[in-house]
């Protein structure tokens, strides 16, 4: 049985940064080039893509808004993923999701494209 487990939301204050955390069972993220991917849902939004790493490549990809801000990353010994997020604002505040692909699929951007999903951590920027 697979599960995601995030961790390291919190609130902060605008320019302040944190650092994500998504620790996966039951699945070990090196062993396939499946996608790991962080994404998010605003208050009253639609859930929205934020960044993807692939394992066995180490390409990553980033959605607009968190390019130059943001960065995923993973460690392999841990078995866990990670997103750096500086220089937050106020807009960034939403649930954080890390979600993992059952196989490959190039298509990082779309939700369904992911099989399994962490329960979320709250993220909360203050101006």
């Known amino acids: 049985q697979v599960q995601l487990v995030e961790s390291g939301g919190g609130s902060v204050r605008s320019g302040g940064s944190l650092r994500l955390s998504c620790v996966g069972s039951?699945?070990?993220?090196?062993?396939?080039?499946?996608?790991l991917g962080w994404f998010r849902q605003r208050p009253g939004k639609e859930r929205e893509p934020v960044a993807a790493?692939?394992?066995?490549?180490?390409?990553?990809y980033y959605a607009v808004s968190a390019r130059a801000r943001f960065t995923i990353s993973l460690d392999n010994a841990k078995n866990t993923v990670y997103l750096q997020m500086n220089s937050l604002k106020p807009e960034d505040t939403a649930m954080y999701f890390c979600?993992?692909?059952?196989?490959?699929?190039?298509?990082?951007?779309?939700?369904?494209?992911?099989?399994?999903w962490g329960q979320g951590t709250q993220v909360t920027v203050s101006s």
């Open positions: 790493i692939y394992p066995l490549t180490g390409s990553t």
């Open positions: 039951g699945v070990t993220y090196s062993d396939s080039n499946a996608a």
């Open positions: 979600a993992a692909q059952n196989e490959y699929s190039p298509d990082w951007f779309t939700s369904r494209q992911y099989t399994y």
